[in-house]
């Protein structure tokens, strides 16, 4: 497996062109998933795009009361930054606790969330806290950016620029790690917005998803307890070596639990 082509885009205008030209043609960010899949022979691109060249795609900044994060900003940008340790540490949080640092230098937001990765942390992050994703195009709320296993509403042609943040939600992720990938066996964000309370469940195997249940139970009442009795569904997960469906879904269930009693005990 060769790829045939390789190319820096400098003007989105290229970019897009190219990936109409060729629809074998994929999209390099950090490389951290595509390059994996290619070594193990699971993508055949016939053209690489390089988007490390586009300024659109880079840059963190608080925008009209939202926080605007790059779709090239690495995981470690994120994690580092001042202005989101302070204006949504809870995403900082979560950006400093994907896999290791090596990763975190070259992995980025933008290739995370278009990969869609089952068990991947920010698809959790983003939508839990109602982020909307904006492309080249068109703006999708996180509700609607993904639609199940490594499936998203981009369409082929599309580029993914950024995503906004409210700065009001208070956010906590927590996950149980896959030790040797350090991907989320299972992951919970939970958020507290102007919208009510949003539960993003992670790692089931399926795609990224919302737990509806336990979002109502909390606008209730926002304490761990008020989910006593609550499960999530088995069939939401899935089963491989790592961890079976049941114990995916309990560890959903705890995780929630914990992250519920981090927003009332800790700093937001």
């Known amino acids: 497996m060769s790829v045939l082509d390789f190319r820096t885009a400098t ?5 897009v062109a190219w990936l109409r030209e060729d629809p074998d043609a994929k999209l390099l960010a950090g490389g951290q998933t595509l390059l994996a899949a290619m070594r193990l022979r699971l ?6 795009i390089d988007l490390q060249a586009l300024p659109e795609l880079k840059g963190l900044r608080e925008d009209a009361g939202q926080l605007w994060v790059g779709a090239m900003c690495s995981h470690a940008q994120v994690a580092a930054s001042p202005l989101v340790r302070q204006r949504l540490p809870g995403l900082a949080r979560l950006a400093a606790g994907i896999a290791d640092q090596q990763v975190r230098n070259r992995g980025t937001l933008g290739g995370s969330i278009a990969n869609a990765d089952p068990a991947a942390c920010w698809p959790a992050g983003v939508l839990a806290l109602g982020g909307t994703v904006v492309t080249d195009r068109r703006e ?3 509700d609607d950016f993904f639609q199940g296993l490594f499936s ?3 369409e082929a042609d599309e580029v993914l620029v950024g995503v906004r943040f409210p700065l009001a939600p208070r956010l906590h992720y927590l996950k149980f790690e896959q030790p040797a990938s350090r ?3 299972t992951g919970v964000a939970v958020a507290r917005t102007a919208d009510g309370v949003r539960v993003a469940l992670t790692g089931l195997g399926h795609g990224v998803c919302r737990w509806p249940e336990a979002e109502a139970a909390l ?3 926002f304490d761990a307890q008020a989910l006593n009795g609550l499960v999530v569904d088995a069939a939401w997960a899935g089963s491989d070596l790592h961890a079976s469906a049941e114990y995916r879904a309990h560890l959903a269930g705890v995780l929630t639990r ?3 009693q981090q927003h009332l ?3 937001p």
Do not use: E, K, N, Y
């Open 11 to 15: 003007r989105m205008a290229d970019a």
């Open 43 to 48: 993508a055949a691109p016939t053209l690489l």
């Open 140 to 142: 999708i709320t996180a």
């Open 152 to 154: 998203t509403a981009l």
């Open 183 to 185: 991907f989320a066996l």
């Open 219 to 221: 606008a209730r009442r």
């Open 258 to 260: 914990r992250a519920v």
């Open 265 to 267: 005990t800790s700093a």
